[in-house]
């Protein structure tokens, strides 16, 4: 690249020092990256030439860059990571989908502590327990918790000075009751030190105690209270079956490693807690395939554990810089926290396994991509071959007629780029010069309304010219629909498909083109097809209820059209007119309560 004499001058002063560089384009940052000694650093991506692909599709673009120093290189990977958090740089790894795992959280700092769920984890001397992948898992054992363990759940503070009436989870004994002074706080924290060491693993002492509360229930002839035991018992060990145990006893872990391909990365997360496996997640990486996988994981790090508690060992399979990443890990945990990069045993084993689902999730990836490919972009380049185009339509309209017998006809413009409907692009029309159920005509307004619009005068309201258009009709409907097109003075290819057989029509052709029942491109204009009709009658069917109602109001007495418009007004929708009462509607200004009862009734027949 050619350096300014701006970029020469930077260069030339660079210092030796710990710190941040932001790389820049037309004044946008574009990287963020850190570095122990920023002077060799910066000047590297200048100067080589063996970039891997990613640096050097980035190279091509940047045109400044900045710096921030640092005392330490620590201070440099904090500063890293809020940076790349403010600014989202689009060269930075950044997880799209970033995810709060849901966690279990004890709240020992209270007399009579409660267990409630949260995604967040914070320094308020509470207990927490997780990350639990997923909702339903979460759920499940909050609910098996409670049903096992009669912690309160309300939000009172406790413990009251003068005892209350318990709720109705002590008389089904879900609760002990603290509100009511029902037991004491050491009684209370006797089952708070069960739900710890459950949470912690520790469940065969707690199903050892439910099974002899069994036997003494079904001694005492106390079936139904012996039955919701046994129940309680399956729970848990169908729970923890549910789980693999690992070799670790106790372990607290995250395993995190990666696999890349020459275009993409995949790293795979792993949580083991309390020595059991709990669950894992992968996140792809794109455009990381080539780059080194040291850069890649702390990159990775970075971003994952900004909201998500560290565990207190973290293996992973690479790292560039051990001692800082582990030092800035400690922070996060706000305790201890081991990095490490296991080379042998039983640890490696994790690793290795992490690996494998990773290379899995990254081959599925590209299958479910191939296959996108295929029913999108490969079906609209198929569509252009079956149709004699020169060219792969990006921009492809659909349009469809709905009317009940004449009324209301309504048209609607649906509208697919590169294979995907593109939603905010649809439109709807009112059929304003034909009256009756006259079809052709109302294409051939609906296309003359949309082409017009793309003469507009105010470049901001005109609309893109499309690369295809599909009517959704035979021949006679493409007919009207194309001498309309070309009396605005464009000539755009367009085509129809009747219902029918699926025959394709093209302008002036006698003989349909007839694609294969498995065609990706038969299966794009039908599915284009199916959206512009389900578009249209959703319109048509709305406009119909809405003249249905307002044909009612007008048959009620004493609902003229003042009144007609301040209910209107009032409710803001005829939906919401339906739903209020007598009452309601009497406190509209210019009601009254014997014109509001009789529009109630009206609306409610019995």
């Known amino acids: ?13 660079l210092p030796p020092s710990p710190g941040c560089y932001l790389m820049k384009q037309k004044g946008d940052i574009i990287y963020v990256g850190k570095a122990v000694n920023l002077k060799n650093r910066v000047r590297s991506y200048f100067a080589q030439q063996d970039h891997t692909p990613k640096v050097a599709a980035m190279m ?13 290189n620590l201070e440099a990977l904090m500063l890293e990571c809020n940076l790349i958090k403010r600014h989202r740089p689009y060269y930075n790894i950044l997880l799209k989908d970033d995810k709060h795992y849901p966690y279990l959280r004890l709240s020992r700092q209270e007399p009579f502590p409660r267990l409630t769920i949260t995604r967040k984890v914070v320094s308020d001397g509470a207990q927490y327990f997780g990350p639990y992948i997923g909702a339903s898992a979460v759920r499940q054992v909050f609910q098996l918790l409670r049903r096992i363990f009669p912690l309160r759940t309300c939000t009172l503070k406790l413990p009251l000075a003068r005892p209350v009436r318990p709720c109705v989870n002590y ?16 009684e209370y924290a006797k089952v708070v030190e069960d739900v710890v060491a459950f949470l912690k693993g520790q469940y065969k002492d707690v199903v050892a105690r439910l099974q002899a509360q069994m036997e003494a229930a079904s001694a005492q002839m106390q079936y139904e209270r012996a039955g919701e035991l046994h129940a309680a018992i399956r729970d848990i060990l169908g729970l923890m079956e549910q789980q693999n145990v690992l070799s670790t006893k106790g372990a607290e872990q ?52 900004e909201d998500n508690k560290p565990a207190r060992e973290v293996l992973v399979s690479a790292t560039g810089d051990r001692e800082t990443m582990e030092a800035w890990l400690r922070d996060k945990r706000e305790g201890a926290v081991d990095l490490l990069v296991p080379q042998r045993g039983a640890k490696k084993a994790l690793i290795l396994m992490a690996q494998k689902n990773a290379r899995d999730a990254l081959e599925k990836r590209n299958a479910r991509a191939q296959v996108k490919q295929e029913r999108t972009i490969g079906a609209s380049a198929e569509l252009a071959r079956a149709l004699g185009m020169d060219s792969v339509p990006r921009r492809i309209e659909g349009f469809d007629i709905s009317n009940t017998q004449g009324a209301q006809s309504v048209a609607s413009m649906v509208v697919f780029v590169d294979g995907e409907a593109a939603k905010k692009e649809y439109r709807r029309f009112r059929i304003k010069t034909v009256e009756g159920a006259n079809d052709f005509a109302s294409m051939n307004e609906v296309v003359s309304r949309r082409f ?27 007919k009207f629909a194309r001498e ?21 029509w093209l302008p002036g052709s006698d003989i349909p083109v007839v694609l294969s029942r498995r065609s990706a491109a038969l299966h794009l204009i039908q599915r284009i097809r199916d959206e512009s009709h389900r578009f249209a009658i959703t ?24 009144r007609r418009r301040a209910l209107l007004a009032h409710f803001g929708s005829i939906k919401k007119i339906t739903e209020s009462s007598a009452e309601e509607l009497a406190q509209v200004k210019g009601m009254s309560l014997p014109a509001a009862q009789a529009l109630h009734s009206a609306l409610h027949p019995k």
Request: contains cysteine.
């Open 1 to 13: 690249m050619t350096l300014t004499d701006n970029l020469q001058l930077k260069l030339s002063m």
């Open 60 to 72: 091509q673009h940047v045109d400044d860059f900045d710096i921030m120093l640092c005392a330490t």
């Open 171 to 186: 008389e089904i004994g879900q609760c002990l009751g603290p509100c009511a002074h029902k037991c004491t706080q050491e």
């Open 254 to 305: 995250d395993i995190l490693s990666l696999w890349q391909d020459d275009l993409d990365a995949m790293v795979q997360v792993l949580f083991v807690r309390g020595g059991k496996m709990i669950g894992g997640d992968a996140f792809a990486l794109p455009r990381e395939g080539r780059e080194d996988a040291q850069n890649v994981l702390d990159g990775f790090m970075l971003q994952f554990y």
């Open 452 to 478: 017009e619009r793309a003469r507009h005068e105010d470049e901001s309201q005109r609309w893109p010219l499309p690369d295809l258009v599909l009517v959704d009709g035979g021949p006679e409907q493409l």
């Open 484 to 504: 309309a097109m070309l009396e605005t003075g464009f000539e755009v290819p367009m085509f129809g498909l009747a219902k029918k057989m699926e025959e394709i």
């Open 539 to 562: 319109h048509h069917r709305g406009l119909r209820e809405k003249h249905s109602l307002h044909s009612r109001l007008e048959d009620v007495p004493g609902i003229g059209p003042a």
